[in-house]
């Protein structure tokens, strides 16, 4: 079974950056699509991006298009979501999360990691 593990979390000022990081423990994820969800208090969880594995096919959702980035290296067995010009409303707990396809659903995705948090400060 794949374990993933998020880290780069933090509290950052509006118009600043982060970089998250998700990492399987135990195992490798050859093959598999990787995705970047979020939860905000009070709120349903939310599709931020995904990657295949090959890197070739990348989405992003409409509110953090042009300002997330999200990457792979196979090599290293890392995802890794760039977040630049970040707003208070990106404020979440981030999940990465492993799937067989590239989706949007997170429905579509067998693991997922415990989170970590982003908080944005006005």
């Known amino acids: 079974q794949v374990q993933l593990v998020e880290s780069g979390g933090g509290l950052v000022q509006a118009g600043g950056s982060l970089r998250l990081s998700c990492t399987p423990s135990?195992?490798?994820?050859?093959?598999?699509?990787m995705g970047w969800f979020r939860q905000a208090p009070g709120k349903e969880r939310e599709f931020v991006a995904a990657i295949s594995w090959s890197g070739f096919s990348i989405y992003y959702s409409d509110s953090v298009k042009g300002r997330f980035t999200i990457s792979r290296d196979n090599a290293k067995n890392t995802v890794y979501l760039q977040m630049n010009s970040l707003k208070p409303d990106d404020t979440a707990v981030y999940y990465c999360?492993?799937?067989?396809?590239?989706?949007?659903?997170?429905?579509?995705?067998?693991?997922w990691g415990q989170g970590t948090q982003v908080t944005v400060s006005s």
């Open positions: 999360a492993a799937g067989r396809r590239t989706m949007k659903e997170g429905s579509a995705y067998d693991y």
């Open positions: 135990g195992r490798t994820y050859s093959g598999y699509s």
